[in-house]
């Protein structure tokens, strides 16, 4: 019988990679350290040198998926605020990388929110955990400054929009969308949200916050 190795060349990632594999094939419930040491062939006791628990694991996978998805987000404007990009342009990349991230990882997406609200969330994941909707919240303070977008409070003009973006996430994750919606149906939530967002939205009839 061949002995596993103690030692890994990076086993925080190692870990952090397979827990993610696992996590997508089977769920938070059925990820278990020992298992995750036996499927990169280390020790069992190795990981408890990074991670003391189950739990803590599930923390650091939370606190990863927040800083790709806020890199995600922000990668998604690279270019377009140098360009001078329509407040449309800029919300139209950074809906497409939000909703992109969700599809690709529904399951860590779950975690994220779940860990997110946890009692027991460390303070450094709360702050990245916002990271990624403050990019948001700052493109929309822009279009309002340019006059792009409606004046209001601005967590009450953003609001619909993650609302909007979130919920077709989750039907496209679901497969609850028919067939015949699901090319443009991303399209049409988008121009839905920039309509909603106009200056002029009142009196073209449509409902803004009061």
Known sequence: MTRRP???????????????????ERGPEALSLRELARDIGVSPAAPSR??????????????????????AITASQENLGAAGASFGDRLDAAARAYVGFAVDNAALLDLMFSVKHSPQASQELGAIAHRWSERLLGLIGDGQRSGEVRPGQLERVALPIFAALHGYAGLAVSGMLPPEVTEHGLDDVIASILRECRPDAEQAGLPTPR
Do not use: V
């Not at 103690?6 to 997508?24: I, N």
């Not at 990074?50 to 890199?71: I, P």
């Open 6 to 24: 103690y030692h890994h060349g990076d086993l925080p990632t190692a870990l952090l990679t397979r827990a993610e594999q696992a996590l997508r």
């Open 50 to 71: 990074h991670f003391k628990t189950k739990q803590a694991l599930l923390d650091a996978l939370a606190l990863t998926g927040f800083e790709r998805l806020a890199q």
